[in-house]
Nanobody, 120 residues
Framework: QEQLVESGGGSVQPGGSLRLSCRASGSFKTYCIGWFRQTPGNKREEVATFDSDDRPTYADSVKGRFTIFLDVAKDTLYLEMNSLKPEDTAMYYC???????????????WGQGTQVTVSS
């Protein structure tokens, strides 16, 4: 039932920054929400998520450069991306699940995707 609406994608030069936004039609949980990305011919990659214990986790490739945060009052999930590299180019997806807190997350609600392109 939840709907996720993304914005903030675009083109940027290497070393630049972008902030992605994901607005929920309802209310975000504080767990099992986050961002994924995918490029043609590659599997979907988990970029940054809040796990089942409300803790942020990051892919090794983005640690120290990306930050995930949730504005509860605005029901908006953000991904701030700094020091962007060409290899960050991908379709980025916001995701959440519809289940009560458990050991694992089962992401079954997805945004439409927003393209991020990093090139000179």
């Amino acid at each position: 039932q939840e709907q996720l609406v993304e914005s903030g994608g675009g083109s940027v030069q290497p070393g630049g920054s972008l902030r992605l936004s994901c607005r929920a039609s309802g209310s975000f949980k504080t767990y099992c929400i986050g961002w994924f990305r995918q490029t043609p011919g590659n599997k979907r990659e988990e970029v940054a998520t809040f796990d089942s214990d409300d803790r942020p986790t990051y892919a090794d490739s983005v640690k120290g450069r990306f930050t995930i945060f949730l504005d509860v009052a605005k029901d908006t999930l953000y991904l701030e991306m700094n020091s962007l590299k060409p290899e960050d180019t991908a379709m980025y997806y916001c995701a959440a699940d519809s289940f009560e807190r458990g050991i694992d997350c089962y992401f079954n609600i997805w945004g439409q995707g927003t393209q991020v392109t990093v090139s000179s």
